[in-house]
């Protein structure tokens, strides 16, 4: 569900500053904001799509995208970092890995949205962002402060509630945040911007998803064929569906301080949840309400740590 720099962590923390709402930072606000609420609507369009297998959507998810991503990059004449990247293994490197965690990130999202998993898909992206903290402590051996340290307890007892008294272990929303979180750690240290890195990493499985996809049309298993034009639509359109969210997402980032940025990634998640309760009544007995608002107890202490830490004046520099 995301590209380039993704997720708060690849931000650096603004000052008070950065926080006065000036044009820019209200064309980011909206910008960021069209982002997650389109990723909040998500399942209504795949949804549509529970006719075709989630391997086949994720082919064709690749595929449609590569073609819009290159006619971006067509139209806006940005292909100077293309041979340079594909000369580097370093670079191929991370991106076949981060790749392969968009891949794994999108196929259990289809894959939840079409088996009436959406509170669990929503659940996966609220705790995301504590488990980019996690991840940044245990991988990077970053220092976590004592209210994110909270915020992550709380969040671990909410899962463990909800595995406890469900006697189910919630392993979408697990390997949601977890793809999500290492797909962001891995996409904070590559050299390559949002619009390049989604278009070479789509360019690096685009001819796998191709080749899967030929190969299920010749066995007969591929529904693209003799699907109504409807649906062929829709498949086709997944392309724009994925590149679009994330261009404004990353248009949002450049303009908004991390405070803001960490308030308004809760849109999609929230907006996931509703639809499971609301529109698709999925059930949601009163110990998945209990784990819930553990969760929610915890996206609020992080958020609040985050906003009060982006008023504080920023620190001297030692070395001026």
């Known amino acids: 569900m995301a590209s380039g720099r993704l997720g708060p962590g690849a931000l650096p923390a603004p000052g008070v500053a950065n926080l006065r709402a000036g044009p820019n930072m209200q064309q980011g606000i909206v910008y960021a904001a069209l982002a997650y609420g389109l990723w909040g609507l998500f399942p209504l369009y795949f949804r549509l799509l529970a006719e075709v ?7 064709h998810r690749f595929i449609w995208s590569i073609g819009f991503l290159l006619l971006i990059l067509a139209v806006l004449r940005r292909w100077a970092w293309l ?3 594909l000369r580097t293994p370093k670079v191929l490197g991370l991106f076949v890995l981060s790749a392969t965690l968009l891949s794994v990130n999108w196929f259990v999202y289809i894959w939840a949205i ?3 998993r959406v ?9 995301t962002p504590l488990a980019n903290v996690l991840t940044g402590a245990l991988v990077l051996r970053e220092r976590l402060r004592p209210a994110q340290w909270g915020a992550v307890a709380l969040a671990a007892l909410g899962v463990g509630w909800m595995t406890w008294q469900l006697g189910d ?4 929303a697990l390997v949601l945040a977890a793809s999500f979180s290492m797909y962001g750690l891995v996409r904070k240290t590559a050299p390559l911007g949002a619009l390049e890195g989604l278009t ?3 360019m690096l499985l685009a001819p796998l998803a191709l080749a899967g996809l030929l190969w299920a049309t010749s066995q007969g298993l591929a529904r693209f064929a003799p699907a109504d034009w409807d649906v062929k639509g829709l498949l086709i359109a997944s392309g724009p569906v994925t590149a679009i969210p994330l261009l404004l997402f990353a248009a949002g980032a450049r303009r908004i301080p991390l405070s803001v940025l960490g308030m308004l990634q809760y849109i999609g998640p929230t907006i996931q949840f509703f639809l499971g ?3 698709f009544h999925e059930p949601f007995s009163p110990t998945r309400l209990q784990g819930f608002v553990l969760i929610w107890c915890a996206c609020a202490l992080f958020s609040a740590e985050l906003l009060w830490r982006s008023r504080q004046p920023a620190a001297p520099d030692p070395s001026a």
Request: net charge negative; charged share 10%.
């Open 277 to 279: 309760v609301w529109l």
């Open 114 to 116: 079409t088996n009436h």
């Open 200 to 202: 070479l990493e789509t």
């Open 169 to 172: 272990l919630p392993w979408v």
């Open 83 to 85: 041979g340079p990247a």
């Open 53 to 59: 297998a989630p391997l086949e959507v994720l082919a």
């Open 119 to 127: 509170l669990e898909a929503s659940l996966g992206y609220f705790i």
